[in-house]
């Protein structure tokens, strides 16, 4: 029954009490002492450790919220930047597509005219096709390995 | 009224959902907001959390970093305080990763179901002494410096921070079943230290 009471003490406080449970430990409280006294410790504990006050230092919360606006100007303009380059891949994608056609015939003009072998200019072509694909993608790159030095990964 | 208030006038409430997008926009006026509104729940959890003044205030600052840099992660369903202490949490985890990496195991995969987190006590005195006012003030600090660390954030975050267990389990981590128990071994263990005093 003590050990119950005990149990109930402690869900009180951690989990909350039941009506009936609460009750049954009320009871319970009047008639035993030590069980009482366990409650009153209980409470005393809590009551110490919510007391907890720690000095804070006014600065530090300003030096953060100087620090967080300096990073928020950083990432936003990352982000601006980051969004130009993604737009720059689209558009140069769109008229790759719209102009391979084009490019195509002209390759294939330039082959006839010149004599060159069709592997040549064929290869000639998809590398003017790919060439914005590849330096877009060195770009990021190389924006993704200066961010990872930047902050020390 | 102060400027972090302004932030509240402007979106005319504290909802969630506003929170989440002025933290995608990366708001400053947002962030100052949410520091001076946080900034004391936020040191007492580091500080009970690691048990060194030093160490709360450098977490701190990285803490709120991590906030902007991850806000567009943040869900408007869950409370802010659940996501900040979160986040706060996995900062303190990777700072002791660093600090003893030999043991990173036992610190994320504790053996057991209720195995608290394994730490090297690094705990200064002072800085639970500082903590607590009153006459109790030095028994306290005692009892809590020989909780584990896992202890004492659990009873933070419940007694402190009057978190419902759910949310605690969210921030912990770890099963409902697991933040119970600790919880009361943690208040035991904490009563049977302080028992002598209250004799």
């Given amino acids: 029954m003590h050990e119950q009471a005990r149990w109930l003490i402690d869900k009180r406080q951690v989990e909350g009490l039941s009506a009936e449970e609460h009750d049954w430990l009320e009871a319970h409280l009047e008639s035993c002492a030590q069980c009482r006294k366990q409650g009153l410790e209980t409470e005393r504990v809590l009551c110490a450790l919510r007391s907890a006050a720690p000095r804070f230092d006014a600065a530090l919360a300003l030096a953060t919220q100087m620090r967080a606006r300096v990073r928020a100007r950083e990432l936003n303009e990352n982000a601006a930047r980051l969004r130009a380059l993604w737009i720059s891949c689209a558009l140069s994608w769109v008229l790759g597509v719209v102009s391979a056609p084009l490019l195509w015939r002209a390759c294939a003009w330039i082959g006839y005219r010149w004599a060159i072998s069709r592997a040549v200019w064929m290869m000639g072509f998809a590398l003017f096709w790919v060439a914005p694909a590849a330096v877009a993608g060195a770009a990021i790159a190389w924006r993704q390995a200066r961010g990872a030095v930047t902050s020390g990964e | ?199």
């Fill in chain 2, 1 to 199: 009224m102060g400027l972090a208030t302004s932030w509240f006038m402007r979106t005319g409430g504290g909802e969630a959902g506003e929170v989440a997008r002025g933290l995608r926009q990366r708001d400053p006026s947002l962030m100052d907001y949410l520091i001076q509104n946080y900034q004391y729940r936020l040191f007492r959890y580091l500080l009970m959390l690691t048990g060194s003044r030093q160490e709360a205030q450098d977490l701190f600052q990285e803490t709120w970093i991590r906030v902007l840099e991850k806000g567009h992660q943040y869900q408007p369903r869950w409370k802010f305080e659940t996501w900040l202490f979160t986040i706060a949490r996995h900062l303190v985890i990777d700072f002791l990763r660093r600090r003893q990496p030999q043991s990173l195991d036992a610190l994320l995969q504790p053996n057991g179901a209720d195995r608290p987190l394994e730490l090297e006590d690094t705990t200064s005195a002072s800085a639970f002494e500082q903590v607590f006012q009153g006459e109790e003030a030095a028994s306290v600090a005692t009892a809590l410096r020989h909780l584990p660390p896992s202890y004492r954030e659990v009873l933070s975050l419940r007694f402190h921070e009057d978190m419902a267990l759910e949310e605690i389990a969210h921030v912990v981590g770890t099963p409902l079943s697991t933040v119970k128990s600790r919880l009361y071994r943690g208040l035991a263990m904490l009563r049977e230290w302080l028992k002598d005093i209250y004799a």
